[in-house]
Nanobody, 115 residues
Framework: QVQLVESGGGLVQAGGSLRLSCAVS????????MSWFRRIPGKQRELVAT???????NYVDSVKGRFTISRDSAKNTLYLQMNSLKPEDSAVYYC?????????WGQGTQVTVSS
């Protein structure tokens, strides 16, 4: 069982930045896929960014060049650096990892971007 705890959400003005953190109860170096998703009210959950154990990274087109996914293996923490935030980035952001074929989710952290 892997436990995930997100933090770092909040209220920010358009153009601002936030860094989300996800504390992972297992070694991040042993996890195949680590991702950030978001859910906007009334819409389906959206994959925002993914990082593999081999450091391959992929982003949804709407955040490319603005968001960066990274990890600190020494701290077992996954990050999402979000720059140039837009009101349409407002959502609940969830950390997700896939380990040994099982999906694990955090509780989510709210990000609100004001115009």
């Amino acid at each position: 069982q892997v436990q995930l705890v997100e933090s770092g959400g909040g209220l920010v003005q358009a153009g601002g930045s936030l860094r989300l953190s996800c504390a992972v109860s297992d070694s991040t170096s042993s996890i195949a896929f680590m991702s950030w998703f978001r859910r906007i009210p009334g819409k389906q959950r959206e994959l925002v960014a993914t990082m593999t154990s081999g450091d391959y990274r992929n982003y949804v087109d709407s955040v490319k060049g603005r968001f960066t996914i990274s990890r600190d293996s020494a701290k077992n923490t996954l990050y999402l650096q979000m720059n140039s935030l837009k009101p349409e980035d407002s959502a609940v952001y969830y950390c997700n990892v896939v380990k040994d074929g099982s999906n694990y989710w955090g509780q989510g952290t709210q990000v609100t971007v004001s115009s």
